[in-house]
């Protein structure tokens, strides 16, 4: 693979046509749809407090980075980490109850949406808090040589934060095994990115000397089979990797807080891969989505029904 | 121990031999590397030693705290050096919102065992960026334990304890001690005669706890104060949300029936620490300002 190559795909990329899903991606992609909507209704219904941030519009993401990754591999997620917990464990009861304070909580309903744990798996609440992270355990997993990475998940709002950069600077220095996603849905919070990101992802990257490469697509199986040979590349030359990925992010920051006026949300929803994929493949995915709506509405109905989960001041 | 041993020899020593004896001990912190050895020599030899173990750092505080706790989260054990203590408010986040709250945040007590070593303190000519007391910016954080060295521990027994502590800790290195003997056990009482005022024949009594700014251990020292007429405290932090206050609030707690005045607080005067010598000393808290503060309160009850 041509290292010194920063070749860009095309920025105009006809995303539209999605290839055919295996049905275990669709459904799992529809889970994390259906949860997240879940979620917001529920909140509505007064029945979560606090915050949590919906992941609606970047599902395809971690479903197709899913089977790439080992058991191994550390993750790192973030506030909008819902996705990145499902692809990975397929365990919604666990995430819901841990959001609605239940027993059978991940954490015990400390962490609430945005800080779980479970093995080789970790998420915070704080932007840019991570990736120094992350580079320390990929030193672990350099030092052990069993071929697991660190993967972290972050926004582009996660680069006006500096230790994003005093982490990159160590994770190049040091060649750890240190795979960065980038979700760039182009909104931090309610700040699109022309106001808080001078120049660009990738040109930031390089002057690190880390190869990094932009994903347009939205198809899970293009995805998969373009990105598969760079995480191998990852856990053979032990050097960190930037992917930044164009997507979109559907729904609110949180709950109700989306002030995006209704031209910009339009052109956001034509990027909707289920919108996309029910136009080529509807049979398939009325006939999966069924079944996931059900699974879906009766986790809800049993965590509901579940005692306040306890928990002991250490 | 070594007999003269100077703290920084002693911290240097106890450094050495727990890589020695402990292969899951790093080091990680700028400047780290022989020959120069950390900025206060401190980590001297350790990289010739141990080379695999002691991780040199850009200047990123922020990132190198935040790779230490992820070195913590996978069973290893790590002592970070922050080169002039006032640098720590660099990598606070991942003190404050990651290392202490990872503790328990998820639920389940997690291992963290990290030390964050901080030469703290001025009457060094540094100025106002290398001078300051940090303690008070980190009390009052669960999980996050404070320690002090002295001159009167020995650092290889403290340095053995804080890294298998499970959780995170920081452990604040006054950097004018770094010159100063080691006082071994029985002369603790000669150093403070001599380093006490008496010249009113009034007795002064220093009480000393293990070694820990933590829970100031009050149990162990209250039966000695219950005796005495005044209870000064002494600290060259600027006043306000100090150490200090913990530990008079500590005193009135469990001897309110027997205080015969209230706990004096000597603090050095709020102010940002100037560089010149002469400027310093005018600000931080001397042996005069604490002499003229003991004999002020004692004629104030005349």
């Not at chain 2, 920081?170 to 770094?178: A, H, M, N, R, S």
Request: aromatic share 8%; net charge negative.
């Amino acid at each position: 693979m041509d290292k010194s190559a920063y070749a860009r795909e095309p920025e105009e990329a006809d995303i539209t046509a999605l290839s055919q899903l295996q049905d275990s991606d669709l459904s799992l992609l529809l889970l994390i749809r259906h949860f997240e909507l879940s979620l917001l209704t529920l909140f509505s219904q007064g029945k979560l407090h606090g915050t949590t941030h919906t992941c609606l519009g970047q599902e395809y993401i971690p479903v197709a980075l899913r089977t790439l990754f080992s058991e191994r591999d550390f993750l790192f997620s973030h506030h909008r980490g819902h996705g990145h917990y499902l692809a990975r464990f397929n365990d919604p009861v666990s995430l819901l109850a841990e959001i609605m304070g239940r027993a059978g909580a991940i954490c015990h309903g400390v962490g609430g949406s945005q800080h779980i744990y479970r093995e080789h798996y970790l998420s915070t609440g704080v932007q840019g808090e991570c990736l120094p992270v992350a580079v320390g355990v990929a030193l672990h997993l350099k030092r052990k040589t069993e071929g697991g990475i660190a993967v972290v998940y972050i926004g582009d709002g996660t680069w006006g934060e500096g230790t994003t950069y005093e982490a990159l600077n160590i994770a190049q220095l040091c060649q750890v095994p240190l795979l960065v996603i980038v979700e760039n849905n182009g909104i931090a919070q309610s700040t699109p990115i022309h106001l808080q990101m001078a120049g660009t992802i990738e040109g930031r990257v390089r002057a690190f000397n880390i190869n990094s490469l932009r994903v347009v697509s939205l198809d899970i199986n293009v995805i998969r089979a373009e990105v598969a040979p760079w995480i191998e590349e990852v856990r053979t030359t032990l050097a960190p990797l930037v992917r930044e990925f164009k997507t979109y992010r559907l729904g609110p920051h949180s709950k109700g807080d989306d002030t995006r006026d209704k031209e910009t949300l339009r052109a956001i929803q034509a990027k909707d891969w289920y919108y996309l994929y029910q136009s080529h493949f509807s049979d398939q995915l009325e006939r999966i989505e069924r079944d996931v709506k059900r699974a879906v509405t009766s986790v809800i109905a049993e965590v509901e029904q579940r005692p306040l989960v306890q928990w002991e001041i250490p | 121990m070594k007999k003269y041993e100077r703290v920084v020899e002693n911290l240097n020593r106890a450094l050495h031999a727990l890589f020695a004896t402990d292969p899951h001990v790093f080091l990680i912190g700028e400047d780290l590397l022989d020959p120069y050895g950390g900025a206060f020599k401190v980590s001297s030899g350790l990289s010739s030693r141990f080379p695999d173990r002691i991780l040199a750092t850009p200047l990123s505080e922020g990132a190198f705290l935040g790779i230490a706790s992820g070195l913590t989260l996978c069973g290893e054990k790590v002592i970070a050096e922050i080169m002039f203590g006032d640098f720590i408010a660099l990598g606070y986040d991942q003190i404050l919102n990651f290392a202490a709250k990872a503790v328990s945040m998820y639920g389940r007590s997690l291992t963290i065992n990290l030390v964050v070593r901080c030469p703290v303190g001025g009457n060094r000519g540094y100025g106002p960026t290398h001078s300051q007391s940090m303690q008070k910016y980190f009390i009052g954080i669960p999980h996050l334990h404070l320690f002090e060295i002295s001159p009167f521990h020995d650092n290889g027994l403290l340095l053995n304890k804080l890294v298998n502590l499970g959780q995170p800790c920081i452990l604040f290195e006054d950097k004018v001690l770094y010159a100063q003997r080691i006082y071994t056990v029985g002369v603790i009482d000669e150093y403070f005669v001599a380093e006490a005022l008496d010249n009113e024949q009034n007795f002064v009594r220093v009480f000393l706890d293990e070694g820990s700014t933590d829970e100031p251990d009050c149990v162990i020292i209250a039966p000695g104060l219950l005796s005495v007429d005044h209870i000064f405290v002494v600290e060259e932090s600027v006043a306000g949300g100090t150490w200090g206050c913990e530990v008079a609030q500590q005193i009135y707690e469990r001897l309110w029936n027997s205080l015969k005045h209230p706990v004096h607080l000597i603090h050095s005067k709020e102010s940002i620490i100037p560089s010149a010598p002469h400027l310093e000393k005018q600000v931080l808290v001397q042996a005069e300002d604490i002499y003229t503060a003991i004999i002020e309160a004692m004629h104030a009850q005349d």
